[in-house]
């Protein structure tokens, strides 16, 4: 299977000691992968360098088998924190079609297939019924959904997502993961994560970053992984997710 | 006020005031609601004051005012611009710099220019009163180019205002159409200080279409409202300054105002009582 994301000894520091240091690694498609760590680690870090907003200071960044900043119309891209205001006059609906700018032509309005995709991933996420609220009405968890549909809406060969579930409760945090869960069968899945121990019932394989970056398939992670990664005893707790 | 409109019939001066005031009114609306919905009044300002100094260099060598106002509020735009998205953090200090150098340098060409002070007067605070028919085609021109650049971009320049880091992970250039929301401020600053004067300008920029965003709830419907709020507030301000013989840019920026604090309060008490409401539903 070939690479849809591959790292090369990649670099970063914002001005200052490194955040990231020769960073490896190669997703194949298809996969659901998460990326954890502590705070500061450079998790969001790689991401925005996965999606070109950031650039590496050395090594290489290959997305889709081009550089991210060509590939990134394919990919869709949930925020930890919209950076837009939640008073700014616009529907749902807007919102979610701004998935479809890049996509559909350069000028103009929207065209009809636009709205139809629009309206897909809106029922798939669960926010068609709001469709026409304003943003400043939703909850936290409507948001983050509509976040959701605006990058499917995009049609996404990547999805990658920035702390999906940080501002919202557990029983939405699920259900969010189980529809990532579904995607993850006709899109590659990239999430970023602090909770290690919940993710792993999700994802396929756990990229665990802390400038530097080790891999585990799911089934192996242990309290000594856990521990090794945020230098500090972990409560460790069963997960059964069915 | 009945006074000014049996006046209207009978002098040019003052149709051709009402003319001006309603072209300015459109790119007022129109710019101002991403002026409001952007948040970028203070760049606004920056950029309207910055425009003295063009003035006074034009005034000086003796050539167009207003041709000065138009390079010297474009020349600063595109600074403010590419300062933002070069470094970021410095953006409030540029604004602030060249908002004060630039009506320095204006005083300074000014006082330098022999003749009479009284036109700093009317570029500051708007002279209405004495626009020409040229003025008019020249404000009917730039509303043209405003609209037909609204009208063919109008989903890159809402992507843009709304969420600037998904709008170029969409391939939008975002740059070019951040700079250019910006050179449309500026015109629009150009076309506004013919009517309220330029230490005015902001406030007829953002008070119509900061009303509007209380009462409609997106940007196409905002920018109506604000145009046609704007008309009033200019129409208003006119009738109300003949009679007494008031500056009319003072005036209608105050009618402007009023009308906002009003809207404001207004508004907070419908939402308190619909939230109490809500409330009381909730404890049955």
């Given at each position: 299977m070939t690479a849809v994301v591959s790292l090369e000894d990649v670099t970063f520091s914002y001005s200052g000691p490194k955040v990231l240091d020769r960073i490896n690694l190669e997703i194949s498609e298809h996969e659901f992968i998460g990326l954890v760590g502590p705070n500061a680690g450079g998790k969001s870090t790689l991401l925005k360098m996965m999606l070109g907003l950031l650039k590496p200071l050395a090594g290489k960044v290959r997305v889709l088998g081009d550089k991210p900043e060509r590939s990134c119309t394919q990919v869709g891209y949930v925020p930890q924190y919209p950076l837009f205001s939640r008073e700014f006059p616009i529907t749902v609906e807007q919102t979610v079609l701004m998935g479809r700018l890049g996509v559909s032509g350069m000028f103009g309005g929207y065209r009809r297939s636009d709205r139809e995709v629009a309206r897909r991933v809106m029922l798939e996420t669960e926010v068609a019924d709001l469709s026409s609220r304003q943003l400043c009405t939703l909850s936290g968890g409507q948001l983050q959904r509509v976040l959701m549909a605006r990058a499917l809406a995009c049609e996404p060969r990547i999805l990658m997502l920035d702390e999906?579930?940080?501002?919202?409760d557990m029983r939405i945090e699920t259900e969010i993961f189980d529809l990532l869960k579904k995607l993850s069968s006709r899109m590659t899945i990239i999430v970023v994560s602090h909770d290690v121990g919940f993710i792993s019932g999700y994802v396929g394989r756990v990229a665990c970053l802390n400038r530097t970056l080790v891999c585990h398939p799911t089934a192996a992670i242990d309290g000594d992984t856990i521990r090794s990664l945020y230098e500090a005893d972990v409560k460790m707790v069963e997960h059964h997710h069915h | 006020m009945m006074e000014f409109f049996n006046a209207l019939w009978g002098h040019a001066f003052l149709q051709y005031a009402l003319a001006g005031g309603l072209l300015a009114s459109i790119g007022c609306g129109i710019v101002g609601s991403y002026v409001v919905v952007k948040r970028i009044g203070f760049l606004a300002g920056g950029i309207s004051h910055s425009v003295l100094g063009g003035m006074g260099i034009a005034f000086f060598f003796g050539l167009s005012p207003l041709g000065g106002a138009l390079v010297a509020a474009v020349a600063s735009a595109l600074l403010i611009g590419w300062v933002r998205i070069t470094w970021r953090e410095q953006e409030d200090t540029l604004i602030g710099t060249l908002w004060a150098v630039g009506m320095a340098i204006g005083i300074l060409f000014i006082s330098k220019t022999p003749g009479y002070g009284v036109n700093l007067m009317s570029y500051l605070f708007g002279n209405i009163l004495m626009v020409s028919p040229g003025d008019l085609w020249m404000m009917a021109g730039i509303d043209l180019i405003i609209l037909l650049t609204v009208y063919f971009c109008y989903q890159q320049f809402l992507a843009v205002s709304f969420d600037e880091e998904f709008a170029r992970l969409r391939g939008i250039p975002v740059t070019f159409f951040y700079l250019l929301l910006l050179c449309m401020v500026a015109v629009t600053v150009v076309l506004l200080i013919q009517v309220v004067g330029l230490i005015l300008v902001i406030a007829l920029l953002t008070l119509p279409a900061a009303i509007a965003a209380h009462y409609v709830h997106s940007l196409g419907k905002m920018m109506l409202l604000a145009t046609l709020l704007g008309m009033l507030f200019t129409l208003v301000g006119l009738a109300l300054s003949y009679g007494p013989d008031l500056p009319a840019g003072a005036t209608i920026i105050l009618v402007a105002g009023v009308t906002y604090l009003i809207s404001l309060f207004a508004t907070t008490l419908q939402k308190r009582k619909v939230m109490r409401r809500q409330l009381l539903q909730a404890m049955k």
């Amino acid at each position: 299977m070939t690479a849809v994301v591959s790292l090369e000894d990649v670099t970063f520091s914002y001005s200052g000691p490194k955040v990231l240091d020769r960073i490896n690694l190669e997703i194949s498609e298809h996969e659901f992968i998460g990326l954890v760590g502590p705070n500061a680690g450079g998790k969001s870090t790689l991401l925005k360098m996965m999606l070109g907003l950031l650039k590496p200071l050395a090594g290489k960044v290959r997305v889709l088998g081009d550089k991210p900043e060509r590939s990134c119309t394919q990919v869709g891209y949930v925020p930890q924190y919209p950076l837009f205001s939640r008073e700014f006059p616009i529907t749902v609906e807007q919102t979610v079609l701004m998935g479809r700018l890049g996509v559909s032509g350069m000028f103009g309005g929207y065209r009809r297939s636009d709205r139809e995709v629009a309206r897909r991933v809106m029922l798939e996420t669960e926010v068609a019924d709001l469709s026409s609220r304003q943003l400043c009405t939703l909850s936290g968890g409507q948001l983050q959904r509509v976040l959701m549909a605006r990058a499917l809406a995009c049609e996404p060969r990547i999805l990658m997502l920035d702390e999906p579930t940080a501002n919202i409760d557990m029983r939405i945090e699920t259900e969010i993961f189980d529809l990532l869960k579904k995607l993850s069968s006709r899109m590659t899945i990239i999430v970023v994560s602090h909770d290690v121990g919940f993710i792993s019932g999700y994802v396929g394989r756990v990229a665990c970053l802390n400038r530097t970056l080790v891999c585990h398939p799911t089934a192996a992670i242990d309290g000594d992984t856990i521990r090794s990664l945020y230098e500090a005893d972990v409560k460790m707790v069963e997960h059964h997710h069915h | 006020m009945m006074e000014f409109f049996n006046a209207l019939w009978g002098h040019a001066f003052l149709q051709y005031a009402l003319a001006g005031g309603l072209l300015a009114s459109i790119g007022c609306g129109i710019v101002g609601s991403y002026v409001v919905v952007k948040r970028i009044g203070f760049l606004a300002g920056g950029i309207s004051h910055s425009v003295l100094g063009g003035m006074g260099i034009a005034f000086f060598f003796g050539l167009s005012p207003l041709g000065g106002a138009l390079v010297a509020a474009v020349a600063s735009a595109l600074l403010i611009g590419w300062v933002r998205i070069t470094w970021r953090e410095q953006e409030d200090t540029l604004i602030g710099t060249l908002w004060a150098v630039g009506m320095a340098i204006g005083i300074l060409f000014i006082s330098k220019t022999p003749g009479y002070g009284v036109n700093l007067m009317s570029y500051l605070f708007g002279n209405i009163l004495m626009v020409s028919p040229g003025d008019l085609w020249m404000m009917a021109g730039i509303d043209l180019i405003i609209l037909l650049t609204v009208y063919f971009c109008y989903q890159q320049f809402l992507a843009v205002s709304f969420d600037e880091e998904f709008a170029r992970l969409r391939g939008i250039p975002v740059t070019f159409f951040y700079l250019l929301l910006l050179c449309m401020v500026a015109v629009t600053v150009v076309l506004l200080i013919q009517v309220v004067g330029l230490i005015l300008v902001i406030a007829l920029l953002t008070l119509p279409a900061a009303i509007a965003a209380h009462y409609v709830h997106s940007l196409g419907k905002m920018m109506l409202l604000a145009t046609l709020l704007g008309m009033l507030f200019t129409l208003v301000g006119l009738a109300l300054s003949y009679g007494p013989d008031l500056p009319a840019g003072a005036t209608i920026i105050l009618v402007a105002g009023v009308t906002y604090l009003i809207s404001l309060f207004a508004t907070t008490l419908q939402k308190r009582k619909v939230m109490r409401r809500q409330l009381l539903q909730a404890m049955k």
